[in-house]
């Protein structure tokens, strides 16, 4: 059986969508406690609620749980800097509670989203070997998270995959707060392009379907460790609002402007210029390359 938490929100709803639309055939469990997520079925998948964080409750689901694929968590970084103690419970202890529980029952292999925040700022070219290191709270959750997954390889044979992803986009079953997402919606409604700071920050993105094929096929006995999960495109926010607004305006036939402010998280949040995300351990033992472009997530975002 497969576990899939977190199945009401945006990777974990369309993960099952990808897994019952390619012929799975194994038995799916869901479960959410729909903070954020508001689908209670995905096709034929009902999505059960769920407390993470409360052990009694996590004892419940586990037995002949074989896979989980834990796309539960608080994602965003802002939240977990001002209530820490619900991220501890939300972004750590539940993945405790599902090893240990797990590890009772004779769990397999977990699939842990973790984050390219992990790694530590200003590297140039960033591997699965590059230096870790954290800047904020949520890429410290992360690492933790991954080396209590590790512990439990080396003391119950749990094995792993763990994605350290960059920025998911793309249209899913419901939307995620991200930039290309926000600036696709400001010009949706006749808003200029906002861009807080120089622009000159770069960020990778990988489209949500590429996300969820590597998920399907981490599932399989053969694939094990730690994976930066990335696409082909890094590009700064200035290209990214440049590209929005050129589709925008070819299009819909209207000017977009674009608009810097001052960022309110100046001085808080680091930033690296310029890097280049090295999937090619990915691309190698998945024999998967990604396959979507930011100008695929773009149109799709202007067409929703």
């Known amino acids: 059986m497969i576990l899939v938490t977190g199945a009401a929100g945006y990777i974990g709803s369309y993960f ?3 897994l019952t639309e390619n012929g799975h055939t194994e038995k799916i469990k869901a479960v959410d406690n729909f903070e954020c997520g508001h689908h ?4 034929d998948i009902k999505i059960d609620k769920l407390d993470l964080t409360d052990i009694a409750q996590v004892q419940s689901i586990m037995k002949d749980v074989s896979i989980v694929v834990h796309c539960a968590g608080i994602s965003s970084i802002p939240e977990c800097e001002k209530d820490s103690q619900r991220a501890i419970l939300a972004n750590l202890l539940a993945v405790r509670h599902l090893l240990e529980e797990g ?4 769990l397999k292999k977990i699939i842990f989203p973790s984050s390219f925040s992990v790694y530590a700022p200003g590297q140039a070219r960033i591997s699965e070997r590059s230096a870790l290191g954290p800047y904020h709270f949520y890429g410290h959750l992360k690492l ?7 512990s439990y390889k080396n003391s119950h044979r749990i094995d792993y995959v763990i994605f350290r992803q960059t920025n998911v986009c793309g249209k899913g079953l419901s939307h995620k707060n991200n930039v290309v997402h926000a600036m696709c919606q400001a010009v949706k409604n006749d808003h200029p392009i ?5 622009g000159r920050q770069t960020r990778n993105f990988i489209h949500i379907k590429d996300v969820v094929h590597y998920y399907r096929l981490a599932m399989k006995d053969q694939h094990q460790g730690i994976y930066n999960l990335g696409g082909h495109e890094t590009k700064s926010i200035n290209n990214i609002a440049r590209l929005i607004a050129d589709r925008g305006e070819q299009t819909m036939k209207k000017k977009v402007r674009i608009i810097h402010l001052p960022s309110d998280r100046e001085g808080r949040e680091l930033t690296t210029p310029d890097f280049v995300c090295d999937i090619s351990k990915l691309i190698n033992d998945f024999h998967y390359s990604p396959r979507h472009s930011i100008q695929d997530i773009i149109q799709e975002d202007l067409e929703a």
């Open 16 to 18: 099952i969508k990808h």
């Open 194 to 198: 906002t861009i807080y700071g120089d």
């Open 40 to 43: 209670e079925r995905v096709n």
């Open 103 to 106: 590890a009772k029952n004779g």
């Open 144 to 150: 933790w998270a991954e080396m209590l997954i590790q």
